[in-house]
């Protein structure tokens, strides 16, 4: 693995542990890591704007869950300093017996403040 390689691997990691403890913890500061053109497409429903995913991902049926990650993909992205990133793994709701099983896909785009944000994310449960 090349020191690039390594690098991107290390902010998808970073950046997967970040989303899923926002996540399972304090759900209404996700929107903090969109802006205004990123897209969520949360089990088929299309929604853009950091404002109106954070509205959708906070007014989601439950108050807590845990995310148990199973494995993370990563590529570099075509745009300049992108980076694509594929998770999937476990969702415990509470008072639910089974775990749900999930996959969902990011699109990291750097800022110019050195950070990035998530352009695109794509997110569904798979059943069966």
């Not at 969520?40 to 991902?57: D, R």
């Amino acid at each position: 693995m090349d020191k690039g390689e390594q690098q991107f691997e290390m902010v998808a990691k970073a950046f997967v542990d970040h989303y899923y403890l926002l996540f399972d913890t304090n759900r209404v500061e996700l929107s903090s890591l969109y802006n205004q053109t990123s897209m969520l497409s949360f089990e088929g429903q299309k929604i853009q704007g950091a404002e109106e995913i954070g509205m959708k991902l906070s007014q989601l049926p439950f108050d807590q869950c845990r995310h148990a990650i199973s494995t993370i993909d990563c590529q570099p992205s075509p745009l300049a300093g992108g980076i694509l990133v594929f998770v999937s793994g476990n969702l415990q709701l509470p008072g639910e017996e089974h775990h749900l099983k999930f996959s969902q896909m990011f699109q990291l785009i750097p800022t110019q403040q050195g950070s990035f944000f998530v352009q695109n994310d794509i997110f569904r449960l798979n059943y069966g």
